[in-house]
């Protein structure tokens, strides 16, 4: 069956380190795959979009890899504060045509100060 | 400039009623989603439209759920005949293309009693 993957137990991490986040997906071959962040009670907030040829991409202290030989993406939070504090969305295409967007339940991620 | 707005923010109804939501995309946005999330969950893919048409409308539960765009701007999803299990945040979010990143309202938090 079709799965996408992400740690279902929330990150605690100190401020000033760097949270890493997986993405991993099963039986899938997205075009491109995002990455959103969002806040209790709020909209999803879109943070990064990577296509399939792409391996890398930043944006400020972010970073988002992946790999479609793994299945896998990673999300990077480089320095984090406690403002990154905030639950993290993977989300892809559903590939081969399809417009459906599939979401994975989101990595809870706490930064202390 | 303006994001993606929804109306109601909040929606109290009886098991069996037949309710509105309504989400006013980005101007100039051609692509449109809808999506409904559970606590805990992601948000999970219901309809796609592109201009005025529904090109996947897959996520859809049952035939209760229909969801129409005719101008191509402002949508509405319609819930007949409501049930308890409908009980979600009913999320929008529009795009300039589809394949580009989306841009989330606040949701309407559906309550069925």
């Known amino acids: 069956s079709q799965k996408i993957e992400q740690n279902s137990e929330a990150l605690n991490i100190q401020e000033g380190k760097t949270a890493t986040l997986t993405c991993n997906y099963t039986?899938?071959?997205?075009?491109?795959l995002q990455w959103y962040r969002q806040d209790p009670g709020r909209g999803p907030v879109f943070l990064l979009l990577?296509?399939?040829?792409?391996k890398e991409k930043r944006k400020e202290r972010l970073k988002v890899t992946f790999d479609t030989t793994l299945k896998q993406s990673l999300f990077h939070i480089t320095a984090s504060q406690p403002a990154d504090s905030a639950t993290y969305l993977c989300?892809?295409?559903?590939?081969?045509?399809?417009?459906?967007?599939?979401f994975g339940a989101g990595t809870r991620l706490f930064v202390k100060a | 400039g303006a994001g993606v707005s929804q109306t109601p923010s909040n929606k109290v109804t009886e098991k069996g009623k037949y309710v509105e939501l309504r989400c006013d995309p980005i101007?100039?946005?051609?692509?449109l989603y809808w999506y409904r999330q559970s606590l805990g969950q992601g948000p999970e893919f219901l309809i796609y439209?592109?201009?005025?048409?529904?090109?996947?409308d897959s996520g859809l539960p049952n035939d209760r759920f229909f969801a129409v765009r005719p101008e191509g701007s402002v949508s509405t999803l319609k819930i007949q005949r409501t049930e308890r299990g409908d009980s979600a945040v009913y999320l929008c979010?529009?795009?300039?293309?589809?394949?580009?990143?989306?841009?989330f309202g606040p949701g309407t938090r559906l309550t069925v009693t």
């Open positions: 989300a892809l295409d559903k590939g081969t045509g399809g417009f459906k967007t599939i």
């Open positions: 101007s100039g946005h051609t692509a």
């Open positions: 979010a529009s795009s300039p293309f589809q394949g580009h990143e989306q841009y």
């Open positions: 039986n899938y071959s997205p075009a491109y």
């Open positions: 990577i296509r399939e040829n792409e």
């Open positions: 439209f592109q201009g005025t048409g529904a090109a996947d």
